[in-house]
Each structure stands twice: as C-alpha cells, then as structure tokens.
C-alpha cells in the first residue's frame, strides 16, 4: 500500500459511511464509529500492517493542525456573538469542565481503579494534545489518556446530535457548545454538519475547555487527590 491507495481507500471509506448515516441517521451508523471498524477490518482481512497504513495515511492526520488553525476565520467572522455570549460560554464550560473532572474521579474511586489510571482518565475531555501534558503533569499515563480521550470524543460525537435532537435544541450557541464541550474535536466535526456558527462555538468551547481544565490541574484535581490519600 502506498501513499495514494491509502488516502484514497480512507476516503471512500468514510464518503460512503456519511451517505449511509445522512440517510438513515441511526446513531450506531455514524461515520465516526463505522469508518475506523471497516478500516481495521479491511487492513486485517489485506493483511497490511497497522504501522503500515498509519504512515501512507499520516499527512491526513497532520492536516489536523492546519484545519483547526482554520477555524480561527468563522470565529472572526461571529466575533460579535463572541462578546456578546462571553458570560454564557465561561460559565456553561466552567460547569462542563468541573462536572467532567468530578465524574470522572468518582467513577475511578469507587471503581476502585489504580491511582495511575484514575490520574490518566481526568483530562480525557479536552483535546488530545493539552490532555497528554496535563496527564504527564498529574502523573497520569499519557498513552491511556489518549485512548480515554478518543472514546470520549467518538462516543460524544455519535450520541450529541441523538441528545440535541432528543431535546429540540434550537440554538446554533447552545449546540455547539455541548457539542464542543461533551466531544472536542470529534464533536466539532458534528458540529459542522449543522452550519458555521454551531462549528464557530464548538471550537470556542473546545479552547475555553483546555484553557479551564489546565486551570483545574492546578486546584480542583490537587484537592480531589487529598481526598484518597
């Protein structure tokens, strides 16, 4: 496999996983979840190596940074509604933030998970970059935490817009921010597919959310570890 095939049947892959779930919508069918299990699938049953099929398709994953620098135009573009819900964003992604943290240690502690794996699942609702220093910094596994931030974000990204639907939420600010918040990038992805000012307040709330967790590293998390000491 090279570079090219890779790219392409990855492509395919998820072009045809979109269509499928844009016409029956059934959350199960969702690009995110289908996409990654045809893929394992098909480059078990080619019998092509992970590390393989990592490398020809890697320039995918490094158009990452330059799609989120990206979203710095939409979010000029509605900066007007930025000032304008400034209070609203700090405290839903304050609350988001904390309600994070806190349900994550309990359900480790009375889990009774091992301190190393309940330090590396606290930063899981953030991006993966910030989430991998903020577990090295707290004494986290930063290779768990990824793995714990990916299963955040795919599931978020795949039950979100079930909720949003669920409840009839309306508001271009109030998706993307649960979107944002609930699924980082994966939700922000979701959250394209409602318009441009649902994906400007997703990224909002994907930055503000690293911003406030790393704030927690240094206060809430402290406390909450002198609870089990």
């Known amino acids: 496999m090279n570079m090219i095939i890779g790219t392409l049947i990855t492509y395919i892959v998820y072009r045809l996983a979109k269509k499928v779930y844009q016409k029956w919508s059934f959350p ?13 699938g098909f480059i078990s049953l080619a019998d092509i190596p992970a590390v393989s099929y990592l490398n020809d398709t890697k320039w995918i994953t490094n158009m990452l ?12 573009k509605h900066f007007y509604l930025l000032k304008k819900y400034i209070g609203n964003i700090l405290i839903s992604i304050t609350c988001g933030t ?10 480790a502690f009375f889990g009774q998970l091992p301190l190393d794996l309940l330090l590396s699942l606290l930063p899981r609702s953030i991006t993966t970059p910030i989430a991998i220093e903020m577990s ?5 596994l930063p290779a768990l935490t990824t793995v714990f931030v990916i299963v955040t974000g ?14 009839s939420i309306q508001s271009p600010v109030a998706r993307g921010l ?32 690293a911003w406030i967790t790393l704030i927690w590293g240094n206060s809430l998390i402290p406390a909450l570890m002198l609870m089990i000491k």
């Open 28 to 40: 199960l069918l969702n690009p995110l979840l289908v996409s990654p299990i045809v893929l394992i």
């Open 65 to 76: 940074g330059p799609a989120t620098v990206a979203f710095a135009i939409p979010i000029y």
């Open 98 to 107: 904390f309600v994070a943290i806190v349900t994550s240690f309990a359900l």
């Open 136 to 140: 090295e910094s707290i004494g986290g």
């Open 154 to 167: 795919m599931s978020g990204g795949i039950i979100g817009p079930s909720i949003i639907k669920w409840f």
């Open 178 to 209: 649960a979107l944002g918040m609930g699924a980082h990038g994966s939700g922000t992805a979701a959250a394209m597919e409602y318009g441009e000012k649902e994906a400007t307040f997703s990224t909002i709330a994907l930055i503000f959310a």
